[in-house]
């Protein structure tokens, strides 16, 4: 068991992950080029897979807060299952941005699925 610290650390570092992605996700927001109302919404795609990936990195951080409320103390494996969920976690710009450009295709939903369910 690591120092009682070491949760407060990790719980920083997510904390730090997760205002990192929702960065991200943002800087690839685009205003349309041309100011119409009709050229915003032809970004329909875009703006939804961003309001998805932000209501989701929302409950992922509300629940991994929750949970290590939970913990006792800092251990290896946790850091570790963290990590790993982190990761899963970061690969979500990546999926927005393949989703949205693709217009909502099969493929990119399938890896935006995938992403979810890790």
Known sequence: MLPS????RLNAFSDGVFAVL???????LRPPEIPTFAALLRLWPTWLSYSVSYLFI???WANHHHLLRH????TARLMWHNFAHLFSVSLLP???AWMAVSELSPQPVAFYA????W
Request: aromatic residues 4%.
């Open 5 to 8: 610290s070491g949760l407060e």
């Open 22 to 28: 929702i960065t991200v996700l943002v800087l690839e």
């Open 58 to 60: 929302a409950i992922v």
């Open 71 to 74: 913990a006792t103390g800092m």
């Open 94 to 96: 990546l999926a927005t």
């Open 114 to 117: 995938g992403v979810f369910s």
